[in-house]
């Protein structure tokens, strides 16, 4: 059985910073991409980052360019994103979800239950 | 950027009637599009991928149809469970983009 455990969100002043995890288990890791997709409160699914199953291609949103960055341990099959410079409009339940197919076009078919970011002062 | 746009935002259907969700893209994405499921309080739920697609465990009450910049999810004769949020993603292009979504609720 997929599962996708996220940990690492909580509470934080505007210009802090965060490292959000996603433990895998239940596949091959290093064989699938992974993305991070971010809900904030009341809203819709927002599209935010991903990773090539090696680890060695990555891809933002525009919004988080510059301050978020995706990454990768298959060694452990957790994925991470490091969120900088955050601001309000950041705050969001961050979900990691599973590439569904091999290539650089897959769907997401499996998504773990979020960790919740909260930026305020 | 490509723009995913869904229509409507609320759609209003009975127990056992059929409902229509569109998704439009601002340019063709091919077949690439997924579509999900949210139930307050829960993650997503892949439905179909591939445009028609179903994903595993989806019952066939759900439909995907189209192509290119135009296309219909489907759900045959609504049960009480389907009441959620649907979503549809392109996967065709960086970066990936979601609709807004819309909400099928009881009438």
């Known amino acids: 059985e997929v599962q996708l455990l996220e940990s690492g969100g909580g509470l934080v002043q505007p210009g802090g910073s965060l490292r959000l995890s996603c433990a895998a288990s239940?596949?091959?890791?290093?064989?699938?991409?992974m993305t991070w997709v971010r809900q904030a409160p009341g809203k819709g699914l927002d599209w935010v980052s991903a990773?090539?199953?090696?680890?060695?291609?990555?891809y933002y949103a525009d919004s988080v360019k510059g301050r978020f960055t995706i990454s990768r341990d298959n060694a452990q099959s957790t994925l991470y994103l490091q969120v900088n410079s955050l601001r309000a409009e950041d705050t969001a339940l961050y979900y990691c979800?599973?590439?569904?197919?091999?290539?650089?076009?897959?769907?997401?078919?499996?998504w773990g239950q979020g960790t919740l970011v909260t930026v305020s002062s | 950027e490509i723009v995913m746009t869904q229509s409507p935002a609320t759609l209003s259907v009975s127990p056992g009637e059929r409902a229509t969700l569109s998704c439009r893209a601002s340019?063709?994405?091919?077949?690439?599009l997924a579509w999900y499921q949210q139930k307050p309080g829960q993650a997503p739920r892949l439905l179909i991928y591939?445009?028609?697609s179903g994903a595993t465990g989806i019952p066939a009450r759900f439909s995907g149809s189209g192509s290119g910049t135009e296309f219909t999810l489907t759900i045959s004769s609504l049960q009480s469970e389907d009441f959620a949020v649907y979503y549809c993603?392109?996967?065709?292009?960086?970066?990936?983009?979601f609709g807004q979504g819309t909400k099928v609720e009881i009438k």
């Open positions: 979800a599973k590439g569904g197919m091999l290539g650089s076009r897959y769907y997401l078919d499996y």
């Open positions: 239940g596949f091959t890791f290093n064989t699938h991409a």
């Open positions: 990773i090539s199953a090696g680890g060695s291609t990555t």
């Open positions: 340019q063709s994405v091919s077949t690439n």
């Open positions: 591939g445009a028609s």
């Open positions: 993603q392109q996967y065709n292009n960086w970066p990936r983009t």
